[in-house]
T-cell receptor, first 115, second 111 residues
């Protein structure tokens, strides 16, 4: 029973390139969350998606960042024209259902380094 | 809006010492509360949770009690081990199905 799978685990990009981070939720989970963790800082919420829908993107920068969770396939977090400040660990988490008792299951993260 | 505030670290303890990491929250309604742990280079793992007032979550010797009157969910362990060295996050889930995390508290246990 695989957990939340994220890839790549490590990604190096030069300024101006695009970064694509993938997240496959646990089997049967239809809710996906993306968080960013900067060095020595906590987790910052970015976006919450259900299949084919963005539910809450209030934590995501308005420019250069986008996210999707298609009917088939993984959730994708896309960062266009990366800058050094985008260097961080990006964590995906999934949940099987709505409701206040639901817990999040985290992937091991994708670590983006922008040169 | 909803939020979580937890004590800042880093915290350094000797093995077998008593641990307390404070966490308080602000929320409308009745959130569920969680403690997550992050070991170096890994993602977060659920440590324990409580879904209503006066509930006590416990796991691996860690405990936390949901105190509605003080809006707190402090994490405690009676005797820490070197293997408990990690970053601990307090979190809540709001009525809008949104999770809010504290900034994390780094714990180092020395032999």
């Amino acid at each position: 029973n695989a957990g939340v799978m994220q890839n790549p685990r490590h990604l190096v990009r030069r300024r101006g390139q695009e970064a694509r981070l993938r997240c496959s939720p646990m089997k049967g989970h239809s809710h996906v969350y993306w968080y960013r963790q900067l060095p020595e800082e906590g987790l910052k919420f970015m976006v919450y998606l259900q299949k084919e829908n963005i539910i809450d993107e209030s934590g995501m920068p308005k420019e250069r960042f986008s996210a999707e969770f298609p009917k088939e396939g993984p959730s994708i977090l896309r960062i266009q024209q990366v800058v050094r400040g985008d260097s961080a660990a990006y964590f995906c988490a999934s949940s099987p259902r709505q409701g206040r008792t639901g817990e999040l299951f985290f992937g091991e993260g994708s670590r983006l380094t922008v040169l | 809006g909803d939020s979580v505030t937890q004590m800042e670290g880093p915290v350094t303890l000797s093995e077998e010492a008593f641990l307390t990491i404070n966490c308080t929250y602000t929320a409308t309604g009745y959130p569920s509360l969680f403690w997550y742990v992050q070991y170096p280079g890994e993602g977060l793992q659920l440590l324990l949770k409580a879904t209503k007032a006066d509930d006590k979550g416990s796991n691996k010797g860690f405990e936390a009690t949901y105190r509605k009157e003080t809006t707190s969910f402090h994490l405690e362990k009676g005797s820490v081990q070197v293997s408990d060295s990690a970053v601990y996050f307090c979190a809540l889930i709001s009525t809008g199905n949104q999770f809010y995390f504290g900034t994390g508290t780094s714990l180092t246990v020395i032999p």
